[in-house]
């Protein structure tokens, strides 16, 4: 898995400052809170700001995730914890085209890759592919906030563009 975020950080940061000082230990830049981290929440605009930190379900506490911060102020990652399976994604957000883009993976093997933007009140879509759909498929997830600590996390999944099935909707709400 360092390896994988490794290389995630590389490709991001390539683009953005067209080098990039790999830290010695990947694990501290994601795992260790520091000034720099309260400095850069502070002074600088993450897009993502009200999704950093720790949440878990309503009606489950057990399902729980947490949400960090990467070393730029346009990035986070989600380390998910679901029982009996685990998941992370990385977003990112592009000032210049206004859209949020979705990298994920998950303990079945599953990856995903989607694309979306910003909606009023900060809330989310994303339309999102996984290798497991069928070749004109892909969901849609919407992040809906009720307030500055608990959204509404729905999935559309679509075949040619004709919605197929919708999930429940999940409350979820930060526990720290």
């Excluded at 995630?8 to 953005?16: E, F, R």
């Excluded at 309260?38 to 930190?53: E, Q, Y």
């Excluded at 070393?71 to 998910?80: C, D, E, F, G, Q």
């Excluded at 070749?135 to 959204?151: A, I, L």
Aim: charged letters at 25%; aromatic letters at 12%.
């Amino acid at each position: 898995m360092k390896k994988f975020i490794r290389l995630l950080l590389s490709i991001i940061c390539i683009g953005s400052l067209g080098s990039f000082a790999k830290p010695d230990n990947l694990n501290s830049v994601i795992t260790e809170t520091t000034e720099l981290d309260a400095f850069r929440i502070d002074s600088l605009d993450n897009p993502f700001n009200k999704f950093i930190g720790e949440w878990e379900t309503k009606e489950n506490p057990s399902i729980s995730w947490v949400v960090k911060e990467l070393i730029t102020n346009n990035s986070i990652l989600w380390l998910a914890d679901f029982g009996n399976r685990k998941a992370n994604a990385l977003w990112t957000y592009n000032a210049q085209t206004q859209e949020v883009h979705q990298l994920g993976s998950n303990t079945n093997g599953g990856g995903f890759l989607g694309k979306g933007s910003f909606k009023v009140n900060g809330d989310l879509e994303l339309k999102v592919k996984a290798n497991a759909d069928c070749e004109h498929c892909y969901r849609v997830f919407h992040y809906k906030w009720n307030s500055k600590n608990e959204y509404v996390f729905k999935i559309v999944s679509y075949e040619k563009d004709e919605e197929k099935k919708s999930y429940s909707r999940i409350v979820i709400r930060k526990s720290k």
